[in-house]
């Protein structure tokens, strides 16, 4: 039959390209979401670091392949800890699992399912793809299976081995999450990467450069905040950023002897800023003391104010 014999919107239905989710990444800290996230957009979007606690705000990703699409929330890691700033991802977290359609919970090998997992699982009403990370540092792949069955003894049918950094299991791992995921038109354009605008990606960007280049408690204590983001044609784009600390002391340290340390973080964050925008960029760092920040909601409210909505026609 010629195709276009058939009743108008039935074309589509059941071929490829026809499944559409909301899929949220969530799980405890350092697992490897952000990097799975980075991975299978085949960019750094995300940051990443070997750090727990390095993303704080969900960090949206389109995936548009033959199958359809999904859109990646990236999330912090679980936690429970009191304070504005733990209680802020928290509701990130909530708020993604809120928006999917379905939600790929990772883990790593050396973590047991316990009381507080399976509970988390028993709260999810979507259905739930889980995927043990990093099993590229596993030698003997055949430990990971009884590890496997206690997570499968949880309810949990569909269960990925992968290791997103080597790249391992990530076609497996993407067939099951089109499997589960819904019928549907894809949310947003095939060229589209995310919706997120690029002020919120050069933040990111200085964020993981502090995880990089600073120890303790630093990357934790600072807040960035995009206070100028222009664009220029012809020359050079202008960012400046303000790093606001939590203590005096810490003014110190960032900058470094002779403005050394923060000379150093500039160029590192302005490469990542202009490899993801591919432009050329100006970056300009200023830092302030915002006492106790982390303590103070409003503040956390003012300062780690999630990027537009994201749903398109809300
Ligand atoms: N060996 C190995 N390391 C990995 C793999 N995936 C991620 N990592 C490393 O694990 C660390 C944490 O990765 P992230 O992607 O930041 O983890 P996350 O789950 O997003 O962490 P939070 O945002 O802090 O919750 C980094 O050092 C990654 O390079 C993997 O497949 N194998
Ligand atoms: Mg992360």
Redesign the pocket.
């Given at each position: 039959m010629d195709k276009s014999e058939l009743p108008a919107g039935d074309s589509e239905a059941g071929s490829a390209g026809s499944k559409s989710a909301f899929v949220a990444i969530v799980?405890?800290?350092?697992?490897?979401?952000?990097?799975?996230l980075?991975s299978y957009l085949g960019m750094h979007l995300?940051?990443?670091?070997?750090?727990?606690?390095?993303?704080s705000q969900n960090v949206l990703g389109i995936l548009t392949a033959p199958e359809g699409q999904l859109v990646f929330l990236?999330t912090?890691?679980l936690i429970k800890r009191k304070g504005a700033v733990y209680e802020f991802m928290q509701r990130e977290i909530s708020s993604a699992l809120s928006d999917a359609d379905l939600v790929l919970l990772?883990v790593e090998p050396r973590y047991e399912p316990d009381d507080e997992l399976a509970s988390f699982i028993k709260s999810i009403d979507k259905p739930v793809v889980l995927t043990v990370?990093?099993?590229?540092?596993v030698k003997n792949k055949l430990n990971l299976l009884p590890l496997i069955d206690r997570y499968r003894n949880l309810g949990l049918d569909e269960v990925y081995p992968?290791?997103?950094?080597?790249g391992d299991g990530l076609g497996e791992l993407l067939a099951g999450l089109f499997k589960a995921a819904p019928q549907g038109e894809p949310y947003y354009p095939e060229e589209e990467v995310t919706t997120y605008p690029m002020r919120f990606f050069a933040a990111e960007a200085i964020r993981e450069s502090l995880f990089e280049l600073y120890g303790e408690e630093i990357p934790y204590s600072v807040f960035v905040e995009i206070e100028e983001y222009k664009e220029h044609d012809g020359r050079k784009d202008l960012i400046r950023a303000i790093l606001y600390v939590e203590r005096d002391s810490q003014r110190p340290i960032i900058l470094g002897r002779g403005g050394e340390a923060i000379k150093r973080l500039g160029t590192r964050a302005r490469k990542k800023i202009e490899a993801l925008s591919g432009r050329a960029v100006y970056l300009e760092l200023h830092v302030k003391v915002a006492k106790n920040w982390r303590k103070d909601s409003s503040f956390v409210r003012r300062a780690t104010k999630p990027p537009q909505k994201y749903l398109p026609g809300t």
């Open positions: 799980g405890p800290p350092n697992v490897g979401k952000s990097t799975l980075n995300s940051a990443v670091s070997r750090r727990p606690q390095t993303t990236d912090p890691g990772m990370n990093k099993v590229d540092l992968i290791s997103a950094l080597a």
